[in-house]
């Protein structure tokens, strides 16, 4: 069973159907016993830093999912839950992240247009297994304004350009994130949601 | 690097598909959510779903449309057309749409473009203008399906609505739409350059050229079309096909 993380943020009816296409069981709460009773998790989200974790602490859900990570469950972040797997957002004021991963989330220096919206290739940096069957060149389709800097280069999986390289995928041990929307990403995404589907299905 | 897109748009009545289409591998070529899965499957970048079902009784039958697509298609999708207040796009982007795009209720009160950014989010927002040149060779802003001339000069309203919180201009010139004479390329190219959210140009694709021309000469950041996919001119897979084949960057 995976649990997707509800903590009031965007559409999250659209990362269960594609976890429901790929025939992955998943409940989408907030409660935390069910939580901690799941496999593996995801933490979706569209919107800012700040008051995503501040509904993340509103619902108690801070400390859930510290021990789903250390009892070495897979957890998925997306888009703004890629974010806030990190130590600090500047995104309105700085703020206190999850801090499962070192760096900071910052506002994009491109000189392209800002929301980064549409389909980008992706340039594998390091092998993952949330990557399984994904090359170089491969689209993914983002939105975002904002952007991970990891201190340990080494957990960048992926990168983008958009005039800048952007980080598109982070792994570390049972940690995953990924900038870009999988659900949204057609057959490509599908794969991803796949491979964390099958980590989720070896965990249990 | 970020790529093109080529978005094909839908014309759905009362949940219904209008617009001969002709596919004959598709079961049942007048179900919007069939269409977009077949688009989808094509290698369609988004798609854009175009309520005009008259009668405001019947619009709960888009909010079925569009829960179903959310259901069966991956990439992201618009609907555009009766939106005009606040519940209205929570309806739409709760039963799945990734954006709502607004035209009359828009120009008519510009605080929905700053109210629907703040709640949603700019990236759910898209402002649609039916630009037409006046004999002066003036663009102007319609509403009303293209019935009431505003008066409203398309530069400053693109500009405007980009600062209210629109993330994107979906673009149709009036005296293209439907003729396949090509993209309005001056409009295009005019409004890409003025503001800095991207523009969808819209109106008047007849070849594929066309598509290159709007994307390229007009500098748009992406291609919408209908009779040409919906007829089966062409298909996704060609279109794509040959602007890569020109060097345009596009999703494969």
């Known amino acids: 069973m995976i649990g997707i993380i509800d903590y009031g943020r965007g559409n999250i009816s659209s990362v269960e159907t594609a976890l429901e296409k790929g025939g992955f069981k998943n409940i989408t709460t907030d409660d935390h016993e069910l939580l901690r009773k799941c496999d593996g998790l995801i933490l979706p989200g569209v919107g800012a830093f700040k008051d995503g974790m501040k509904d993340l602490e509103n619902r108690g859900l801070i400390p859930i ?7 070495g469950k897979p957890l998925l972040g997306i888009c703004l839950g890629l974010h806030l797997l990190f130590e600090v957002g500047e995104e309105d004021g700085e703020s206190k992240g999850l801090g499962l991963l070192e760096g900071r989330v910052e506002r994009l220096t491109t000189t392209f247009k800002i929301p980064h919206i549409g389909w980008n290739d992706l340039k594998i940096i390091n092998p993952s297994p949330i990557l399984d069957g994904i090359v170089d060149g491969d689209n993914f389709y983002f939105v975002h304004s904002y952007q991970a800097h990891p201190v340990d280069k080494s957990i960048i999986s992926a990168t983008c350009n958009y005039g800048q390289d952007i980080v598109a995928v982070v792994s570390k041990n049972n940690i995953f994130g990924v900038q870009f929307h999988p659900e949204k990403s057609s057959h490509k995404g599908m794969v991803l949601i796949q491979n964390f589907g099958k980590l989720v299905s070896q965990w249990s | 690097m970020l790529k093109k897109r080529i978005i094909p748009c839908l014309d759905v009545k009362e949940g219904r598909v ?169 409009l295009t190219r ?63």
């Not at chain 2, 057309?81 to 709760?94: E, F, P, Q, S, W």
């Not at chain 2, 109106?203 to 007009?218: A, K, P, Q, R, S």
């Not at chain 2, 992406?222 to 007829?231: D, M, Q």
């Open chain 1, 65 to 71: 999912i510290e021990e789903v990570v250390k009892s």
């Open chain 2, 18 to 186: 209008v617009k001969g289409i002709n596919f004959v591998d598709i079961i049942d070529a007048g179900d919007p959510v069939e269409m977009a899965k077949f688009y989808d499957q094509e290698g369609a970048d988004e798609l854009v779903f175009l309520d005009i079902t008259a009668s405001h009784e019947k619009r709960d039958t888009m909010i079925e449309v569009v829960r179903q697509t959310a259901k069966q298609v991956f990439i992201p999708f618009t609907v555009g057309g009766g939106i005009k207040t606040i519940d209205d796009m929570r309806n739409i982007l709760r039963a799945g749409a990734d954006k709502v795009s607004i035209n009359t209720p828009a120009i008519l009160n510009k605080d929905l473009i700053t109210q629907g950014a703040k709640i949603f989010g700019s990236q759910c927002i898209v402002v649609a203008i039916d630009a037409k040149k006046s004999e002066k060779g003036i663009y102007e802003a319609y509403i009303n399906g293209g019935r009431i001339n505003t008066g409203l000069e398309v530069i400053s309203w693109a500009k405007e609505a980009e600062k209210c919180g629109a993330g994107e201009i979906l673009l149709t010139s009036m005296d293209r739409d439907g003729t396949k004479d090509g993209y309005d390329l001056e």
């Open chain 2, 190 to 252: 005019l409004i890409s350059e003025a503001v800095s959210i991207p523009v969808i140009a819209s109106g008047g694709v007849g070849n594929l050229e066309h598509l290159y021309d709007g994307l390229v000469e007009g500098k748009a950041q992406a291609a919408l079309a209908a009779s040409i996919f919906h007829y089966g001119t062409y298909s996704i897979k060609e279109a794509k096909q040959y602007l890569i084949n020109k060097g345009v960057d596009i999703r494969w």
